[in-house]
């Protein structure tokens, strides 16, 4: 855990720079502003719960909450952040483009497998699962950002060719 | 604006580079495939694979109490 910390500002870095290329290049404030910004307080408010929960690890007299705080706390942190989201929009009258489809949904599928994984551990805990949570998250995480960066790389590259047309 | 745009775009390569050359494999929670490609390329796990726990469990919650263990 404590190898998390350190990488936390590169992320930031990443985002921010991330965001600033976005709002330069289609010059609005659109959806897709918004989940920029989510996505990073949400890894942000993330790491910090992480790291809270990780130091009680070994207490077995606050298991039981650790436990259960775990799951539930990012699976309803990732259902908010899309609830929200989806409100901000609406208000707005701001059109989803496709990025922010695919990341609002593969936020609503980390905390489905997170509320999956809560029940399946008391229930059943099969290697199998244990595998399929610990590669899926990592996965869902990344391709996140990689929709993330390579929407703004599209954006960009078809804003660099409507330059060069006019 | 287009003079902007080449010059964010060579900032974050070089960055991205740079960063690649600068950054030690640091240890997730996580085993097989995401340990492979994270020490294949650290910088992709450093700024995409922090969220939701990075994968890690907690441990299952202990059925006895530990005023019981004393017991």
């Given at each position: 855990m404590t190898a998390v910390f350190p990488q936390l500002p590169i992320a930031i870095v990443f985002y921010?720079?991330?965001?600033?290329?976005?709002?330069?290049?289609v010059r609005r404030l659109t959806a897709f502003s918004f989940v920029i910004v989510g996505v990073l307080l949400l890894d942000f408010l993330h790491v910090g719960y992480e790291f809270f929960l990780k130091s009680y690890f070994h207490d077995p007299a606050l298991s039981t909450l650790v436990y259960y705080g775990w799951y539930l706390g990012f699976a309803l942190s990732d259902f908010a952040f899309v609830a929200l989201i989806a409100g901000i929009c609406k208000n707005?009258?701001?059109?989803?483009?496709?990025?922010?489809?695919?990341?609002?949904?593969?936020?609503?599928?980390?905390?489905v497998i997170q509320l999956f994984s809560l029940v399946e551990r008391l229930i059943v805990s099969s290697k199998v699962a244990f595998y399929f949570y610990t590669q899926s998250i990592p996965i869902l995480n990344f391709v996140i950002a990689f929709t993330l960066f390579g929407f703004i790389v599209t954006t960009l590259l078809s804003s660099l060719r409507q330059q060069k047309t006019v | 604006m287009?003079?902007?745009?080449?010059?964010?775009?060579?900032?974050?390569?070089?960055l991205l580079s740079g960063s690649i050359s600068a950054q030690p494999v640091t240890s997730q929670g996580t085993t097989a495939f995401v340990d492979e490609a994270c020490s294949l390329a650290p910088?992709?796990?450093?700024?995409?694979?922090l969220g939701n726990g990075s994968g890690d469990t907690p441990p299952l919650p202990d059925p006895k109490?530990?005023?019981?263990?004393e017991k």
């Open positions: 921010f720079v991330a965001l600033l290329l976005h709002v330069l290049t707005a009258h701001l059109k989803l483009d496709i990025a922010s489809k695919v990341i609002l949904s593969l936020y609503v599928l980390l905390g | 287009k003079k902007f745009a080449k010059i964010a775009v060579v900032s974050v390569i070089g910088l992709i796990c450093t700024i995409t694979t109490k530990p005023k019981d263990k």
